[in-house]
């Protein structure tokens, strides 16, 4: 009886201490509300038995600043929970990225995935991030409480019920519970589970399939927010769940598929849940569409027939819905044991369902077009959706005959449009296309389309296409036909069309053609070369042509060329000569056109010279100009020619346009290197040989292969030398002999192939071997003068750069040094002719040698026994 009170005792004192156990869940959100000041709001979950109740919380603010959110309202909730909300505003110093941390001691008691939780304090974080560049932030707001029921052995799903205000991206992940100093929590782990456990990135739902142990669980889900590929701010969010074990089962919400719909119009569907016990069932919504101030969705219960519960969602949708990224609405059913009751002794179990809600801007009406002889001007009526902030305009030549599907916004890539400009207002409704003032072309027919664009980056569907030809008031060129190749007097055909809507009434004339040229196909170097005075002259040959190596431009202006009155009527285009390039290659030819036409080539015709008959024959023909002729002869000649057969949309020109490249030739040789070979590398040190085998990586390398290249180098850093050139392609080894003069036998190789056109194989590996060393000292030596080893002197020396070798007598005193390799001691005390007695002497000698990285040494110790046949002592002794 007296340990029960004295326990009752302690227990009541810890509850009463500062430090009770109450904390079961929470997160950090906030708002902006100036360029440097935000209001945080800590939403914490704690239990109502503890005696432990906070009016306000420590806030450390992440710039070396710390203050208090106070307590602005609490609710008490089923099952002894209760929510507290905290509030607090704080002004940072300036832009950069802050990491908000709250603590309280501590967490409840019995937490089974958090090892001695009742010890562990509490913390949240958030990290908030404020960058000009990206603007101003408000995190997303989380509507569905993170404290839930699972049930043993069954699935478990649970919904954060995020949206964010700012129409911002959301990715979720599962994190690892935080304690003090908003660090994790040492020895945390996830809660066990019979197949998964994870969080949906894109959806934000937890999935545990399933629980395997009753008891309370804390999870940490990390949500993510991205701007424009930017990631603006992060939110944890603790949540608890309690495993319960029961035979209720969770009631089941019906499939819900995607809707997308046009701004202005309303949405209605019913949202059905069974239960398979029949229990009363609750359901909730929660989401963006639920909470805007204009216009929010609604979510009534209609009611419950059997195990069916049906509700409504009806939404005036407006243009203020509007949003890049789909609405996400929640769906929450949970059964009670009956309604309007939550009883603690009913287990009650929840199902959720999300339905994406796509609300897209109507297009833009009423586009209308009027050109001139080369620009055309832009109208529209202003986007029924007001917060349109501007419009993209697309231009393409030619029609497509495309209709967006009734979710599409914007305009596809694939269509071949061209975003050429943008306004930047709702009410900049008009553009005027000059093509950048370099003048739009005659003859192609322009199509425009107009799509809205919004704040986050939605953007309308696009507008029915508009199209126009401009006025045919300026010459179109038609021609620039190669009609002679030579490097001196080649010459080419010019021939455009005369403006049909020049307003001869207007202009009375006398009229003017100016020719220009250029030497290249861009038009940047024109020279006036000539003059026609009629209206009805529309050609001309230009002669003294280097056809053979230059392309040629020309540019043909018209001119009012009345006395006191001339002037140049519209902007000429620019149209060039097609010129043909050649790539030689192994037996084949590589053949296109380096060209700057204004009309559209449709067809392509590649013709080659026949070598009996030395007329051209035509060989192939393509939609565009790259061609290959293979199954050629390396060596000989091949000549070619290629001629263009094009059109302008206008259906008043002339049709088809055919003009010809100038004549090129060209001999098609083995250019491509062969496989590179695949080498190996061996030793034989008693040989003072290094071996190299190698092989080819296919047999397919054999037909192209007349020879190899053996490279070397004797350590890394120096440059790889042509070592050896082997005229075979039946030869695959190599024996890499050294001599004793050589200053090592270390060395790296590297082998390519070679083929009958002298093309060599890239270096692809070089393969490296150490140097062998051979040094060894005798360990007596018998200095007499009897001519019998008089000397001290290596048994074996090769490859040695040098040595610095130290001999002592036994009382450590050096009696002998030396770098000579040879070492030629003759027993002599240091450089006296006194020679030492007979005795063992002690020696270190480090031994240098070339290896791989370069001059290295190693040491050898040992002892070598003196026998002169004198009893004379050294001095030292």
Request: glycine content about 6%; hydrophobic content about 35%; some cysteine.
């Given at each position: 009886?007296?340990?029960?009170?004295?326990?009752?005792?302690?227990?009541?004192?810890?509850?009463?201490?500062?430090?009770?156990?109450?904390?079961?869940?929470?997160?950090?959100?906030?708002?902006?509300?100036?360029?440097?000041?935000?209001?945080?709001?800590?939403?914490?979950?704690?239990?109502?038995?503890?005696?432990?109740?906070?009016?306000?919380?420590?806030?450390?603010?992440?710039?070396?600043?710390?203050?208090?959110?106070?307590?602005?309202?609490?609710?008490?909730?089923?099952?002894?929970?209760?929510?507290?909300?905290?509030?607090?505003?704080?002004?940072?110093?300036?832009?950069?990225?802050?990491?908000?941390?709250?603590?309280?001691?501590?967490?409840?008691?019995?937490?089974?995935?958090?090892?001695?939780?009742?010890?562990?304090?509490?913390?949240?974080?958030?990290?908030?991030?404020?960058?000009?560049?990206?603007?101003?932030?408000?995190?997303?707001?989380?509507?569905?409480?993170?404290?839930?029921?699972?049930?043993?052995?069954?699935?478990?799903?649970?919904?954060?019920?995020?949206?964010?205000?700012?129409?911002?991206?959301?990715?979720?992940?599962?994190?690892?519970?935080?304690?003090?100093?908003?660090?994790?929590?040492?020895?945390?782990?996830?809660?066990?589970?019979?197949?998964?456990?994870?969080?949906?990135?894109?959806?934000?739902?937890?999935?545990?399939?399933?629980?395997?142990?009753?008891?309370?669980?804390?999870?940490?889900?990390?949500?993510?927010?991205?701007?424009?590929?930017?990631?603006?701010?992060?939110?944890?969010?603790?949540?608890?769940?309690?495993?319960?074990?029961?035979?209720?089962?969770?009631?089941?919400?019906?499939?819900?598929?995607?809707?997308?719909?046009?701004?202005?119009?309303?949405?209605?569907?019913?949202?059905?849940?069974?239960?398979?016990?029949?229990?009363?069932?609750?359901?909730?919504?929660?989401?963006?569409?639920?909470?805007?101030?204009?216009?929010?969705?609604?979510?009534?219960?209609?009611?419950?027939?059997?195990?069916?519960?049906?509700?409504?969602?009806?939404?005036?949708?407006?243009?203020?819905?509007?949003?890049?990224?789909?609405?996400?609405?929640?769906?929450?059913?949970?059964?009670?044991?009956e309604a309007g009751s939550f009883?603690?002794?009913?287990?009650?179990?929840?199902?959720?369902?999300?339905?994406?809600?796509?609300?897209?801007?109507?297009?833009?009406?009423?586009?209308?077009?009027?050109?001139?002889?080369?620009?055309?001007?832009?109208?529209?009526?202003?986007?029924?959706?007001?917060?349109?902030?501007?419009?993209?305009?697309?231009?393409?030549?030619?029609?497509?005959?495309?209709?967006?599907?009734?979710?599409?916004?914007?305009?596809?890539?694939?269509?071949?449009?061209?975003?050429?400009?943008?306004?930047?207002?709702?009410?900049?409704?008009?553009?005027f296309d000059n093509n950048q003032?370099?003048?739009?072309?005659?003859?192609?027919?322009?199509?425009?389309?107009?799509?809205?664009?919004?704040?986050?980056?939605?953007?309308?569907?696009?507008?029915?296409?508009?199209?126009?030809?401009?006025?045919?008031?300026?010459?179109?060129?038609?021609?620039?036909?190669?009609?002679?190749?030579?490097?001196?007097?080649?010459?080419?055909?010019?021939?455009?069309?005369?403006?049909?809507?020049?307003?001869?009434?207007?202009?009375?004339?006398?009229?003017?053609?100016?020719?220009?040229?250029?030497?290249?196909?861009?038009?940047?170097?024109?020279?006036?070369?000539?003059?026609?005075?009629?209206?009805?002259d529309t050609s001309y040959l230009?002669?003294?042509?280097?056809?053979?190596?230059?392309?040629?431009?020309?540019?043909?202006?018209?001119?009012?060329?009345?006395?006191?009155?001339?002037?140049?009527?519209?902007?000429?285009?620019?149209?060039?000569?097609?010129?043909?390039?050649?790539?030689?290659?192994?037996?084949?030819?590589?053949?296109?056109?380096?060209?700057?036409?204004?009309?559209?080539?449709?067809?392509?015709?590649?013709?080659?010279?026949?070598?009996?008959?030395?007329?051209?024959?035509?060989?192939?023909?393509?939609?565009?100009?790259?061609?290959?002729?293979?199954?050629?002869?390396?060596?000989?000649?091949?000549?070619?020619?290629?001629?263009?057969?094009?059109?302008?949309?206008?259906?008043?020109?002339?049709?088809?346009?055919?003009?010809?490249?100038?004549?090129?030739?060209?001999?098609?040789?083995?250019?491509?290197?062969?496989?590179?070979?695949?080498?190996?590398?061996?030793?034989?040190?008693?040989?003072?040989?290094?071996?190299?085998?190698?092989?080819?990586?296919?047999?397919?390398?054999?037909?192209?292969?007349?020879?190899?290249?053996?490279?070397?180098?004797?350590?890394?850093?120096?440059?790889?030398?042509?070592?050896?050139?082997?005229?075979?392609?039946?030869?695959?080894?190599?024996?890499?002999?050294?001599?004793?003069?050589?200053?090592?036998?270390?060395?790296?190789?590297?082998?390519?192939?070679?083929?009958?056109?002298?093309?060599?194989?890239?270096?692809?590996?070089?393969?490296?071997?150490?140097?062998?060393?051979?040094?060894?000292?005798?360990?007596?030596?018998?200095?007499?003068?009897?001519?019998?080893?008089?000397?001290?002197?290596?048994?074996?020396?090769?490859?040695?750069?040098?040595?610095?070798?130290?001999?002592?007598?036994?009382?450590?005193?050096?009696?002998?040094?030396?770098?000579?390799?040879?070492?030629?001691?003759?027993?002599?005390?240091?450089?006296?002719?006194?020679?030492?007695?007979?005795?063992?002497?002690?020696?270190?000698?480090?031994?240098?040698?070339?290896?791989?990285?370069?001059?290295?040494?190693?040491?050898?110790?040992?002892?070598?026994?003196?026998?002169?046949?004198?009893?004379?002592?050294?001095?030292?002794?």
């Amino acid at each position: 009886m007296l340990k029960y009170l004295l326990l009752t005792a302690a227990l009541f004192g810890f509850f009463l201490s500062g430090k009770a156990t109450h904390n079961r869940a929470g997160e950090i959100t906030y708002e902006q509300i100036g360029p440097l000041s935000f209001e945080i709001t800590i939403t914490t979950y704690t239990y109502t038995l503890s005696l432990a109740d906070r009016s306000e919380l420590e806030v450390s603010w992440g710039d070396n600043t710390t203050g208090y959110a106070t307590r602005t309202q609490f609710v008490l909730l089923p099952d002894n929970y209760k929510q507290n909300t905290y509030k607090a505003t704080h002004t940072y110093p300036g832009a950069g990225i802050y990491e908000i941390v709250v603590e309280d001691p501590n967490r409840n008691f019995g937490v089974l995935n958090i090892p001695n939780s009742v010890n562990v304090v509490f913390a949240l974080k958030t990290i908030l991030q404020i960058d000009p560049i990206l603007g101003e932030n408000n995190t997303p707001i989380l509507l569905n409480p993170p404290i839930d029921k699972a049930a043993l052995n069954q699935l478990f799903v649970h919904d954060l019920g995020a949206w964010d205000p700012d129409g911002d991206s959301l990715s979720f992940k599962l994190d690892t519970c935080l304690t003090e100093d908003g660090l994790p929590i040492e020895d945390y782990s996830f809660p066990l589970f019979d197949s998964l456990f994870y969080v949906n990135e894109v959806t934000g739902q937890l999935i545990w399939d399933s629980p395997i142990q009753v008891g309370a669980y804390n999870v940490a889900i990390l949500i993510e927010e991205w701007r424009r590929g930017v990631k603006i701010g992060t939110i944890v969010r603790d949540m608890q769940i309690n495993v319960e074990e029961t035979d209720n089962q969770p009631p089941v919400i019906n499939p819900l598929e995607p809707i997308c719909v046009i701004a202005g119009t309303s949405i209605d569907f019913l949202v059905e849940a069974s239960d398979p016990e029949q229990n009363y069932i609750e359901m909730l919504a929660f989401g963006a569409p639920m909470e805007y101030p204009i216009n929010p969705a609604e979510f009534t219960r209609i009611g419950q027939l059997g195990a069916l519960t049906s509700y409504q969602f009806h939404w005036e949708t407006i243009c203020r819905h509007v949003k890049l990224n789909p609405h996400t609405i929640s769906f929450k059913a949970k059964d009670t044991s009956e309604a309007g009751s939550f009883s603690n002794d009913f287990i009650s179990l929840s199902d959720y369902e999300q339905v994406q809600i796509r609300v897209i801007a109507p297009p833009c009406e009423n586009l209308t077009l009027e050109a001139s002889n080369s620009t055309v001007s832009l109208s529209w009526s202003p986007s029924s959706c007001t917060n349109a902030i501007g419009y993209d305009i697309y231009r393409k030549e030619g029609s497509s005959g495309w209709t967006p599907d009734s979710c599409q916004t914007g305009i596809p890539a694939s269509l071949g449009y061209e975003k050429i400009a943008s306004t930047e207002s709702w009410s900049d409704t008009t553009y005027f296309d000059n093509n950048q003032e370099v003048g739009l072309r005659q003859g192609i027919e322009y199509c425009y389309r107009i799509v809205a664009r919004f704040t986050d980056g939605a953007e309308s569907i696009a507008s029915d296409a508009a199209c126009t030809l401009l006025q045919n008031g300026i010459p179109t060129i038609t021609h620039v036909d190669v009609v002679s190749t030579d490097a001196e007097s080649g010459q080419i055909f010019v021939g455009w069309a005369k403006p049909k809507e020049l307003d001869t009434m207007q202009l009375s004339g006398p009229f003017k053609y100016l020719i220009y040229r250029s030497e290249e196909i861009w038009g940047e170097n024109l020279v006036l070369i000539d003059s026609l005075s009629s209206l009805n002259d529309t050609s001309y040959l230009d002669t003294g042509l280097n056809t053979l190596n230059l392309p040629y431009s020309y540019q043909i202006e018209l001119y009012h060329d009345a006395p006191n009155n001339r002037f140049l009527i519209g902007s000429p285009h620019i149209a060039s000569s097609s010129f043909l390039e050649i790539k030689a290659g192994d037996n084949h030819l590589e053949l296109s056109l380096r060209k700057n036409t204004p009309w559209i080539d449709s067809l392509f015709q590649l013709d080659r010279q026949n070598h009996q008959t030395l007329l051209f024959d035509s060989i192939d023909t393509k939609e565009n100009f790259l061609f290959i002729d293979d199954s050629l002869k390396n060596g000989t000649e091949y000549c070619y020619q290629i001629t263009g057969s094009g059109f302008y949309h206008d259906p008043n020109l002339i049709r088809p346009l055919i003009n010809r490249s100038q004549i090129a030739c060209a001999i098609p040789i083995d250019t491509i290197p062969p496989c590179t070979p695949m080498l190996n590398l061996g030793s034989n040190c008693d040989d003072f040989v290094n071996y190299l085998f190698w092989s080819l990586p296919a047999d397919s390398c054999f037909e192209d292969i007349s020879g190899f290249r053996i490279y070397y180098s004797p350590n890394t850093e120096d440059p790889l030398q042509l070592l050896e050139e082997i005229d075979s392609a039946g030869i695959f080894e190599f024996e890499h002999y050294f001599t004793d003069i050589d200053p090592t036998t270390a060395g790296c190789y590297a082998i390519t192939a070679v083929d009958s056109f002298f093309n060599e194989s890239p270096i692809e590996v070089v393969a490296c071997v150490d140097a062998c060393y051979f040094y060894e000292l005798p360990n007596v030596f018998t200095p007499n003068n009897d001519g019998n080893h008089d000397l001290l002197v290596p048994i074996t020396n090769l490859f040695v750069e040098k040595v610095v070798m130290k001999i002592y007598n036994r009382w450590g005193n050096l009696v002998y040094e030396t770098e000579d390799p040879n070492i030629n001691w003759d027993g002599s005390y240091l450089d006296t002719p006194q020679k030492v007695s007979d005795g063992v002497y002690y020696y270190v000698c480090d031994v240098y040698t070339y290896r791989l990285s370069g001059l290295e040494h190693f040491t050898l110790v040992g002892f070598v026994h003196v026998f002169a046949g004198t009893d004379q002592v050294t001095p030292s002794e």
